[in-house]
């Protein structure tokens, strides 16, 4: 039988692989772009798994706390993140309220309550924080093409619309919502560049929408 830590590491060696080192990278600037400034702040990550966005953050400074609730993901990310790992849900964070400079979620609401895991991101994150919200979007010509939703785990998630993520963070503060990852996999990534160009006049064409909210003071 395949354990957890097993599966865990099944999956973190996709990020090895031409797309999957294509889609960390567009994910990981697309965090860096809209936190600047993380040396000496606190960081959340909820839904951290194998731990390399707290591992690329802890790297830039940042006191990083990473939560997740699969013990295997947790388990891959002990060795990699120089950084405090907690096993919990994402609807029940074992964090105080508002110690947190900034929350961040990479492709964690779609599986989970999106409503729920944002009121709980607000309820950590400082007056003056800022949350992040990285989400998957079937309807873009990653979904078109790569048909992802046709295969585990992806088949099984709740994913969240445009304008359903913008009216859910609009709840904690100043929201916005983004476009990246404007190619597809069957195609390779070496598109991006030009694809991008038009995705800034057509956001909602991105394989990944990042929701951003500012909490205001």
Do not use: K, N
């Amino acid at each position: 039988m395949t354990t957890g830590a097993a599966r865990a590491r099944d999956y973190d060696t996709w990020f090895d692989t031409p797309w999957g080192a294509h889609a960390w990278a567009v994910e990981r600037d697309a965090v860096d772009e809209v936190l600047p400034d993380v040396a000496g702040r606190t960081v959340v990550e909820v839904g951290c798994g194998t731990g390399r966005l707290v591992s690329h953050l802890a790297h830039r400074g940042a006191r990083m706390l990473g939560v997740d609730l699969a013990a295997g993901m947790l388990s891959v990310a002990t060795d990699r993140a120089p950084a405090r790992l907690v096993r919990a849900d994402a609807t029940r964070l074992p964090v105080p309220d508002a110690v947190a400079d900034a929350a961040v979620t990479i492709a964690t609401l779609e599986f989970t309550d999106a409503a729920a895991v944002l009121v709980e991101m607000a309820r950590i994150t400082r007056p003056g924080g800022r949350i992040v919200a990285l989400t998957l979007i079937p309807t873009s010509p990653w979904g078109w093409i790569d048909r992802p939703t046709r295969r585990a785990p992806y088949s099984a998630a709740r994913y969240v619309s445009r304008r359903e993520l913008r009216r859910l963070g609009g709840r904690h503060g100043r929201a916005q919502v983004r476009g990246r990852l404007f190619t597809a996999a069957r195609f390779g990534h070496r598109l991006e560049p030009i694809a991008a160009l038009p995705g800034r006049i057509v956001p909602w064409f991105g394989a990944v929408q990042m929701l951003v909210v500012d909490r205001e003071l």
